[in-house]
């Protein structure tokens, strides 16, 4: 059995549950990594599994201690997934081999070569960019123009601000820019902190008080309206922001910024596509984003059994039969 509740709650010879909102005692709990939307909000269970970086994180960012009883499962194995430092897609070796994605990239990374595909029956796996248009430009690519923009800002007088989650996306913009002197807001100079125990080197330095410049600064969306962020704009800055979804015509504008770069730690449409194709199961679950599209398009074209994850409902067993 497999549906929304709580996460999502898998029975297979024995409960798991992936991502839990609250951890459950009398469950394996399966944190796949440290986002927020992926992050319980307690951890009262002896059985929590996440690779090493995941727990750090999360202590430092939430100030919650992990409680480690058994930190590994013989019917669980980690994989790298690939999206963010120590994200890990999970293969449950239940009655069936089930593999849970989270979110996952099959690009290679500063910190990583990419998720791999796992032989598994059932594949529950996130389809956040799961629409024909969501493919993304080669990395180097979007690199390349980010870098030139910063250059005619520079050859003006003006500071580059990129907005970028604190955790994932910051540190990737950071590590890319390693010929630029780079600023960054307090909540990415502690995620770098965390990474640096686990040698990742990601080096930029806290925003000082009066920003001579010009220079880059990196700092999540919500600080536009913050006065350190304010300062650097009456200085003079051009804003930027880094998302997948800058493939939208819209983005630009709802973000209120003067360039948007499609630069995602998600999967492209391409990319989800042929990951279904190697691991190839007999069943797949969407979830997140274009989960009826992605469904219909995996039933279509490659001609797999598939449908969006969805609360407990009667005609679950449809799909599922013995899962
Ligand atoms: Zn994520
Ligand atoms: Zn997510």
């Not at 194995?77 to 120590?86: F, K």
């Not at 690519?141 to 990129?162: C, H, M, Q, T, Y």
Request: charged share 25%; hydrophobic share 35%.
């Amino acid at each position: 059995m497999i549906y929304l509740d709580n996460g999502i709650s898998v029975y297979s010879g024995r409960g798991y549950r992936l991502d839990p909102k609250r951890c459950v005692r009398d469950c394996i709990n399966l944190i796949s990594h440290a986002h927020f939307d992926h992050v319980p909000s307690s951890f009262n269970s002896p059985a929590i599994i996440c690779s090493d970086i995941t727990r750090s994180l999360i202590e430092a960012r939430t100030g919650s201690s992990i409680p480690c009883g058994p930190c590994s499962c013989e019917t669980v194995t980690l994989h790298d997934s690939g999206h963010v430092p120590g994200s890990s897609m999970f293969l449950i070796n239940g009655d069936k081999r089930i593999l849970y994605t989270g979110d996952f990239n099959t690009r290679k990374k500063y910190f990583s070569d990419g998720a791999k595909p796992v032989k598994a029956d059932v594949l529950i796996m996130e389809s956040t960019f799961g629409r024909e248009k969501y493919v993304f430009p080669p990395t180097e690519e979007v690199f390349g123009e980010i870098k030139d923009w910063i250059d005619d800002n520079a050859a003006r007088g003006l500071n580059s601000i990129i907005y970028a989650y604190s955790f994932g996306k910051a540190q990737e913009v950071i590590s890319a820019l390693s010929g630029y002197t780079v600023y960054a807001s307090r909540s990415v100079i502690e995620i770098n902190r965390t990474l640096g125990k686990f040698d990742l080197d990601i080096s930029a330095m806290p925003l000082p008080e009066d920003l001579k410049g010009p220079d880059v600064v990196v700092a999540p969306s919500g600080s536009r309206n913050s006065p350190e962020i304010k300062k650097i704009f009456k200085a003079g800055a051009k804003s930027a922001s880094v998302s997948g979804w800058a493939l939208d015509d819209g983005h630009k504008y709802a973000m209120r910024v003067d360039r948007a770069f499609p630069l995602s730690d998600h999967a492209d449409y391409s990319e989800l596509i042929g990951f279904v194709e190697k691991v190839s199961p007999d069943l797949v679950f969407t979830l997140h984003g274009f989960d009826k599209e992605f469904a219909r398009d995996i039933r279509d074209k490659l001609d797999i059994e598939a449908a969006p994850l969805k609360k407990r409902h009667l005609s679950l067993s449809n799909f599922t039969g013995d899962v």
